[in-house]
C-alpha cells in the first residue's frame, strides 16, 4: 500500500472530519499532508498543491514562514500559556496595543477567544449585555442581512443565513430579524451601488421599525464568504453606519474573513470610513498559523460594564485558551510583516493580475459572474448564462473543479458553484497563471455535459 493510503485509511478509521458528509470519502481521497511551504502543501508521496483558498482562508504569508516561526519559537521557550483572569503577558499587550493603532480609531479595548465563532458570540453578548447595564433589557434583538455566514455555534448560526448550514438547526436558533442583503451578483461594477441603495432600504425600514427592541446589526464587511463570495460597495456600511447612529443600535463588524488586507485595505471598514461598535477578527490575525480572535469594541461599551463587582455588571465570559501567548506571538510576527513589506501596497499589482486572469472566463457559456475584491476573485457557474439560473447543488459541479484541480496539484475548492481565488499574498505571478489555467480546464470539464 501507498503512504498515503496508509495515512487515508487510518484517518477514515479514526477522524470525522469538518464540514464533510464523510460518505464522499468512499470516492474522493483525504489528502494527508506532510509539510507545507510557502503556498505549497506537499503530501507523503511527494505530491505537491498550490493552496489557492489559503487553508480556509487563514493563511496570508505562506505555510512555514521563517519570521513566523522565529518568534513562535522564542515564545515557546519563554511561556507557552497563562491564565488571562487576574494574569497577562507580553504578547498579549503588545498585541492588543498594535491592534488599538492599526483598527478604526476608538476601539480601544480589545476581548480574546480562540475561533472565530466564540468572537461572534462575545460581540453579540456584549451587545444584549450593554444594553442591560444602562437599563434597557428590552434591545435584546439582532437585526441581519440575507446570506450572512459568521460561524457554526448556536449564537453565530442564528445570526447567520446559508441555509445549508443553519437550517437543520432551526428550532434551536434565536429570532433573528433578516433583510435583503446588498449583491452585485451579475451586475457590472458600476451598477453595484445603485442596487445596495435599493436593498439599504429594506434595512432602513427595518431598523425605524424594530430600533426599540433592537441591541445590534451584525454583517460581514464588503464579501459575504462563505455565502458564495457574493460582494458589495462600501458605500453600505457608510449608510448603515449613519443609520444605526441615528436609530441608536450598535453596529457589529464580522472582519473574521476579510480582516487583514482581503479586501485591499488592512480592514474593509477602512473603505467605508466608518468605525463599528464591535469589531471580530480572526482566521488571517495570526498568518493563518493558530487559533485566536478577538473582539475590539469602544471605551464607552467598555465603560457601561465598570462598577463595583456588587452591580453585577461585568462580562463574565472566558475561554481557556483566550489571548494564548503562542498566538499572540505569531499574530505580531504577521502584524511585522505587514508593516515591514508594505504588503498592502504590495498586493495591489498583485490583484490587478487576479482580475486580468480571471476576466477571460467571463466569456464561457456557463459563468454567471465574475467579481473581485481585493485579493478575491470569484467566478460563478451558472446552469442557464441569460437568466443566471444556477446549477442544481445535486449536480455538485463545484466539487468536479475540485476533482480536477487536485489532479492538477492546485488546492481550489469551490463553495457549491462559486470557485475563487483567495491567496496566501506570497503567491508569485506564475502561481497565479497555473492557478486561472487549471480553473478554465476545470470548468470545462464542470460544465462539458450541460
Ligand atoms: C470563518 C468565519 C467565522 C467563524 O470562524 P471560526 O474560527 O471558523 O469559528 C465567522 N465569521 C466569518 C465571516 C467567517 O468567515
Given amino acids: 500500500m501507498s503512504v498515503n493510503n ?3 485509511q487510518r484517518d ?45 482562508w487563514v493563511n496570508v504569508f505562506g505555510h512555514a514562514n521563517e519570521r513566523i516561526n522565529t518568534r513562535i519559537k522564542q515564545q515557546l521557550d ?67 442581512i440575507s446570506n450572512g455566514y459568521h460561524g457554526e455555534t448556536l449564537g453565530a448560526l442564528s445570526v447567520g443565513d446559508v441555509a445549508l448550514y443553519t437550517d437543520t438547526y432551526r428550532s434551536l436558533l434565536l429570532d433573528v430579524i433578516k433583510v435583503p442583503a446588498p449583491d452585485g451578483f451579475g451586475l457590472p461594477r458600476d451598477q453595484w451601488v445603485d442596487q445596495a441603495r435599493v436593498a439599504f432600504a429594506q434595512m432602513e425600514a427595518a431598523l425605524e421599525r424594530h430600533a426599540d427592541e433592537l441591541a445590534a446589526v451584525i454583517v460581514e464587511p464588503l464579501i459575504q464568504c462563505a455565502g458564495g463570495m457574493r460582494m458589495y460597495p462600501p458605500e453600505y456600511l457608510t449608510w448603515l453606519r449613519e443609520a444605526c447612529d441615528r436609530h441608536g443600535v450598535q453596529l457589529i463588524f464580522d472582519e473574521i474573513a476579510v480582516g487583514f488586507g482581503r479586501t485591499g485595505t488592512l480592514f474593509a471598514s477602512e473603505q467605508a470610513g466608518v468605525r463599528p461598535d464591535f469589531l471580530c477578527l480572526s482566521k488571517a490575525l495570526t498568518g493563518g498559523y493558530l487559533p485566536l480572535s478577538v473582539v475590539m469594541t469602544t471605551d464607552e461599551i467598555y465603560a457601561a460594564f465598570y462598577d463595583d463587582y456588587s452591580t453585577l455588571k461585568a462580562f463574565l465570559h472566558s475561554h481557556s485558551y483566550t489571548g494564548n501567548p503562542l498566538a499572540c506571538a505569531a499574530a505580531l510576527a504577521t ?41 478575491v476573485v470569484a467566478i460563478e457557474m451558472v446552469a442557464d448564462k441569460a437568466s ?55 470548468l470545462e470539464r464542470a460544465t462539458a455535459d450541460s
Fill in 335 to 375: 502584524l511585522d510583516i505587514f508593516e515591514q513589506d508594505d504588503v498592502i501596497v504590495a498586493n495591489r499589482s498583485k490583484a490587478d493580475l487576479m482580475g486580468r486572469l480571471a476576466e477571460p472566463l467571463r466569456e464561457h457559456p456557463h459563468v454567471g459572474d465574475v467579481r473581485q475584491t481585493g485579493m
Fill in 12 to 56: 477514515l478509521a479514526s477522524l470525522w472530519h469538518p464540514c464533510t458528509q464523510m460518505k464522499d470519502h468512499e470516492s474522493l481521497p483525504v489528502v494527508p499532508i506532510r509539510r507545507g511551504k510557502g503556498v505549497w502543501l506537499e503530501d507523503f508521496e511527494g505530491k505537491r498543491y498550490l493552496d489557492i483558498v489559503s487553508s480556509w
Fill in 388 to 442: 443566471l439560473t444556477p446549477y442544481d447543488f445535486r449536480e455538485r459541479r463545484g466539487l468536479r473543479v475540485y476533482e480536477h484541480a487536485l489532479s492538477r496539484g492546485v488546492m481550489l475548492r469551490p463553495l457549491g458553484n462559486v470557485i475563487y481565488w483567495m491567496p496566501p499574498y506570497v503567491i508569485t505571478p506564475e502561481e497565479l497563471e497555473r492557478v486561472a489555467e487549471v480553473t478554465r480546464e476545470g
Fill in 78 to 144: 519563554e511561556l507557552e500559556h497563562v491564565i488571562l483572569s487576574g494574569f497577562t503577558h507580553q504578547p498579549v499587550i503588545e498585541l492588543s496595543e498594535r491592534l488599538g493603532r492599526l483598527a478604526p480609531a476608538g476601539l480601544g479595548h480589545c476581548f480574546y477567544a480562540d475561533n472565530g465563532s466564540s468572537a461572534v458570540e462575545i460581540a453579540l453578548k456584549m451587545s444584549y449585555h450593554y444594553w442591560r447595564n444602562v437599563g434597557r433589557p428590552e434591545k435584546r434583538r439582532f437585526l441581519t
Fill in 6 to 8: 496508509d495515512w487515508m
